[in-house]
């Protein structure tokens, strides 16, 4: 592999901004997908004997919770790679810098993705209102359509990891990348030429002056 020939037409400080910026964009874009593709989750309001209305789901519609989840971590690790790979093409500025905006992409990424994710999936659907439900002694049962579930939970750790993966998935691809790359300075801009890097050469002869004879033994 052999390094960048010509000094980069951006600064370091752009390169790593355009990458954040623009897997914020894309985050946004796939959020705005994951709406369109995720399960709804379908349900009842039911009247109970004592008078209380309760929530049910119907059948296995509650294993949606499930899978609009992992479909939104799916997509986002889809993304992860495919920005890893793209950012990793940008040769001129590969390093450390880059990988950094990557990461912190990702995770805005997946910020993004939740939050227009989840508005879009609440126009959709709207809310489910339990108290208002129109369930009566003559009809006890009422069927909702819930929106999916953008985390597989509310606990503050599961959020967390839900925006962490993509950001691990990215950083992987990247790092996987560098240990690949055969050049200590990964191509980048400056080039960095060592002693004793390879000089093509197949072969190099060298005259070996002859051995002077032994003295005579006395």
Not at 31 to 49: H, Y
């Amino acid at each position: 592999m052999t390094a960048a020939t010509h000094p980069p037409r951006t600064s370091a400080i752009r390169a790593a901004l355009t990458v954040v910026v623009g897997l914020a964009l894309a985050g946004a874009l796939v959020g705005a997908l994951w709406a369109w593709l995720a399960p709804p989750v379908k349900g009842v309001v039911a009247l109970t004997r004592a008078g209380d209305k309760i929530k049910a789901h119907i059948g296995m519609e509650a294993d949606n919770w499930f899978t609009s989840a992992f479909l939104m971590v799916g997509l986002l690790s889809v993304l992860a790679v495919i920005a890893a790979v793209a950012v990793w093409q940008w040769k001129t500025h590969r390093g450390p810098v880059l990988a950094a905006a990557l990461a912190a992409g990702s995770l805005l990424a997946a910020a993004s993705a939740a939050g227009i994710g989840a508005l879009v999936a609440h126009l959709r659907y709207g809310a489910v209102d339990i108290a208002g439900a129109p369930v009566s002694e003559q009809q006890r049962v009422h069927y909702i359509t819930e929106a999916p579930s953008v985390f597989f939970g509310h606990s503050p750790l599961q959020i967390a990891v839900s925006l962490l993966v993509p950001a691990a998935v990215a950083a992987t691809v990247y790092l996987l990348a560098a240990v690949a790359c055969p050049r200590d300075d990964l191509g980048a801009w400056p080039p960095v030429e060592y002693p004793g890097s390879p000089t093509g050469r197949i072969g190099t002869a060298v005259s070996v002056p002859a051995a002077a004879p032994a003295p005579p033994s006395p």
